[in-house]
């Protein structure tokens, strides 16, 4: 039997190699959010090496396109803080908010002379 890296990662690689050339970045993210999380980054045509050579062998997430070459794109325009969306209706940006100035926080309320 042939863990992830010597028989999936070849297998994926083979069958996008088509689609997406074999310049396309990959990035093969293993055992994400457990202790032991590794990754690597790559083409389509080097990734089974750089799999191989890490020995990754189980819970691997594939993530393939030219989206990972961070030369080519721009950052998401939809978690821009002027971007509004249902979540995030377009408002007029006042003064920024501090505790000082927030008339909910008690440190704002008006004292009163004793």
Not at 9 to 24: F, M, N, S, T, V
Not at 95 to 112: N, Y
């Amino acid at each position: 039997m042939r863990s992830f890296g010597e028989a999936r990662i070849q297998k994926i690689a083979g069958e996008l190699i088509p689609y997406y050339r074999e310049d396309c970045p990959v990035a093969v993210c293993y055992r994400t959010t457990w202790p032991d999380q590794d990754k690597v980054t790559g083409t389509l045509k080097d990734i089974v090496q750089k799999v191989r050579e890490k020995k990754f062998t189980r819970t691997a997430l594939v993530l393939v396109g030219y989206v990972l070459d961070s030369k080519e794109f721009e950052d998401s325009y939809l978690y821009d803080q002027d971007q509004a969306h249902v979540y995030r209706p377009k408002v007029k940006r006042g003064p920024k908010r501090t505790v000082e100035t927030s008339i909910a926080h008690p440190a704002a309320k008006k004292k009163e002379p004793v």
